[in-house]
């Protein structure tokens, strides 16, 4: 049985925040999240994670059925972390060390280091290209693993080194508890280390396996805001160049953000300075353009987003037209062909096919009949400082522009509202609805004048 323990304990004071470091988010998900789906991806029976440093935060985010949460009070080194979770762990288990701050490491790496552990400890390590504040792993002439000699306590020529202990660590339980139990704290950060036990091993005559990673940029770990900046880019570029792979244009790699899962059809076209989040599905032939925003939403076939749009929880239905500086809000169905355009808000409302708000609008829990026009200026009343309500407009209704909707409030299909009306009372099918104060034109009049000009 595979047990894996995930270290979240520390308080990464190298990020000089507040937040715990593995809260910190990359591509939208806290650091940890993305360990805890990957200890799942490598068939975890039980996953234990050790929270210390603001723990319920952090166990309020890995909250689940298959993790058991443990406190490290003090957080006196990464070994003494394992220490509060190993005497869960069924002795007949392997065990797997992850660490909170290595979010991208990879399933791929992860199953040859659970295989190696099935004849003893083993280890995962990488050649990067800045090895700096990583633990390096020391060899003798012969290459054979000696241990791991932490940066702080590494002389200038051991620093030159460039294999770094990636912090993955995979051990039967049983013997994993043998070593830990023997750690000591004679370093110069007066922590008890999780390498150590490698060496201890070595020193006993057990096996020690490295493995050594080819997916290096995975096994970045995250200490500094830089350190995230680099590894979010990082991140969004290989997302970037998979969906290029499967077809999609991108006009810039770097400059788009990915934080969710985006889900793809054939030519799609992504603009620059766009952000997805959540869950988004772009149909064939979608264009999104210039600094838009998406959250959780589905974009049909074919439908165009014009630059500046934000659309949230909404689903956008085949050759729709979108923006620019659109506002779409959650609970929004935009049917085939319709169109909203400039400076336009949408919340909860269904928007019949070929429907248009062109310019200027507010509508909030409406349902607009197909091939309706809602002119600019035009905004639904839908609160009244405590409930809300609808407004329903049938088929090829006309509503004028600047007009209010005082929900609730129906007009039925061809009805026709004149410009600048305020409606608070239902539209039979057809009719025409005036509801403004009539024109007055005043002959004779004389305008105001000012002191000096007074004849
Ligand atoms: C650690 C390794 C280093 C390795 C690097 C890889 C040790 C001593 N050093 O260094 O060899 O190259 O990771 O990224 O293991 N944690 C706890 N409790 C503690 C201390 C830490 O839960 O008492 C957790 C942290 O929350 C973090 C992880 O363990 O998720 C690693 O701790 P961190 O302080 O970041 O270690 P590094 O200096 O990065
Ligand atoms: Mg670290």
Redesign the pocket.
């Known amino acids: 049985m595979l047990e894996v323990i995930i ?4 308080h ?1 004071s190298r990020m000089q925040s507040s937040t715990a ?2 809260l910190h988010l990359l591509a939208g998900q806290p650091l940890v999240s993305h360990v805890l789906g990957t200890a799942r991806e490598v068939g975890a029976k039980r996953i234990h994670m ?1 929270v ?1 440093h603001d723990a319920d935060a952090v166990q309020a985010v890995v909250t689940a059925p298959d993790v058991q949460c443990h406190l ?1 009070q003090q ?7 394992v220490q509060q979770a190993i005497h869960n762990c069924d002795s007949e288990s392997t065990v797997l060390v992850l ?4 979010p991208l490491i990879h399933r791929d790496s992860l199953d040859e280091v659970i295989r190696a552990a099935s004849s003893g400890m083993a280890m995962l390590s990488s050649h990067v290209p800045d090895p700096a ?3 390096r792993v020391l060899r003798d002439a012969k290459g054979a693993f000696q241990g ?1 000699v ?1 940066e702080r306590d590494a002389t200038a020529d051991q620093r030159r080194l460039s294999e ?4 993955v660590l995979a051990a039967p339980a049983a013997a994993f508890c043998q070593y830990l139990e023997r750690l000591t704290n004679d370093n110069a950060q007066g ?1 008890y ?3 150590e036990v490698l060496k201890l091993a070595r020193e006993d005559g057990a096996t020690v396996t490295v493995v050594q990673s080819d997916r290096a940029l995975d096994c970045l ?1 995250v ?1 500094t805001p830089q350190q995230l900046e680099q590894l979010e880019r990082l991140h969004q570029g290989a997302l970037a160049d998979q969906l290029m792979s499967q077809g999609v244009l991108i006009v810039d790699r770097l400059r788009v953000d990915i934080r969710g899962a985006l889900h793809c059809g054939r030519d799609v076209c992504i603009d620059v300075n766009t952000v997805f989040e959540g869950t988004v599905t772009l149909a064939g032939g979608v264009s999104i353009g210039a600094n838009c925003i998406i959250s959780n939403s589905n974009i049909g076939e074919g439908a165009q987003v014009h630059p500046f749009t934000h659309i949230e929880g909404a689903e956008i239905k085949a050759g729709a037209s979108i923006g620019p500086y659109a506002r779409i809000r959650p609970g929004t169905v935009i049917d085939e062909v319709a169109k909203v355009g400039n400076f336009v808000e949408i919340k909860n409302t269904h928007l019949g096919r070929a429907a248009k708000a062109s310019h200027l609008a507010y509508l909030g829990d409406a349902d607009v009949g197909s091939k309706s026009n809602v002119g600019a200026g035009t905004i639904t009343c839908n609160y009244d400082g405590a409930n809300k309500y609808r407004t329903v407009l049938g088929e090829s209704v006309f509503v004028g522009s600047n007009s209010t909707l005082v929900a609730p409030v129906t007009i039925d299909s061809g009805g026709f509202v004149a410009a600048g009306s305020t409606i608070t009372d239902n539209v039979a099918p057809d009719q025409l609805a005036v509801a403004r104060g009539r024109q007055r034109n005043v002959d004779g009049w004389r305008r105001p004048k000012k002191p000096e000009e007074t004849d």
């Open positions: 270290l979240a304990a520390g990464g470091k593995v050790v210390g490290q957080q006196l080194g990464t070994g003494h972390a660490f909170g701050d290595v504040g990583y633990g791991v932490e770094i202990n990636t912090g922590e280390y999780l390498p770990g200490n």
